[in-house]
């Protein structure tokens, strides 16, 4: 096995940061002294369907380099990989979390699941047994173009439920595993609630209404629409509607009626869990229970205050950033 395949050690990872690293947590692209962010799309198959990948990174890929850690970021049931994880939002500090860990030194991709943004559909639902085949899918992609056969990932909402079954079916393929705005079993989180009402017509139709009124929602529903910035909303907004006024229904099915959907004692890679204070997803009592029930004793349970669901999103973006990027880079235990 040549040294490609091994997971770089987190503790190398602030060794590729560079000038952008010093220019803190949401300086501009243009303000890295050396080379620029760098990006590139790939294409995966899951049979017949073309999933679309994209890819960040500090310089482009140069022959003989030093492989840098690879993240792959799983996004949620209303919007698109892009959209959720490389937003540029006009006159604002940096969204985009894919900007802000390619300066960190990571090698960052993300993936249109099936149905959404650029990728094909295959007229399904898109649930999250849908989105562990679209991920089996994405990795031989990244293996071939890194070397890498193993990535730490990052889920928020479905896509962290998205990312925790990915672990649980291909643990050899999840070094750490962060589940931001996760849901367990969903009992008395408010948005649950609210889902379980719509079963029927959720079952009904593979794909569900997803306009601009109902992205807006998404930062209102948990009533704490201040802790959001309108300019991001609509520049949200303004990214997902070319993809049309619907997108699949199959993760919000899934959290409606057949919840619980991972196995946490099935889980065996490092996780940090992060809950927004105000997250109606999710209560801190459910989480909890997760929590308890992860094998490996290197885990962390992280509540983000004045943040709720959509915390990549959130004025307080910052918090998620750093206590994400300590997990990533935490120096291994001595055995």
Known sequence: ???????????????????????????PAH?????????????????????????????APKPGEQPRPLLFLVHGSSNSARSSYDLAVPGRDEYSM???FARYGYDVWTMDHDGYGHSQSSGNSSDIAS????????????TKETGHKKAHFYGTSSGGIRAAAFAQAQPDAVDRLVLCAFTYKG???????????????L?????????AAMIRSIFTRDGHPDLYDRAMVEALVADEMPFGNEVPS??????????PVVDPAKIKSPVLMLRGEFDGNSTNDDLLDFYRQLPNGDRQFVILPRTAHSAGYSKNRHLLWYAMKNFLAEPAAST
């Open 187 to 201: 009992n008395g989180a408010a948005e649950i609630e609210r889902r379980r009402k719509r079963i029927d017509a």
């Open 98 to 100: 894919m900007n802000i």
């Open 203 to 211: 079952r009904a139709s593979p794909r569900r209404k997803r306009d």
């Open 131 to 142: 989105g562990v085949e679209d991920l089996k899918a994405a990795i031989p992609v990244v």
């Open 31 to 59: 303000a890295l002294d050396s080379d620029q962010i760098w990006s590139a799309d790939y294409w995966a198959r899951k049979g017949d369907v073309k999933l679309n990948l994209w890819r960040k990174r500090i310089g």
């Open 1 to 27: 096995m040549s040294h490609l395949d091994q997971s770089l050690p987190r503790r190398a990872v602030l060794k590729f940061a560079g000038a952008g690293l010093l220019g803190g947590l949401a300086g």
């Open 250 to 259: 199959g993760t919000y099915l899934d959290m409606a009626a057949n919840l």
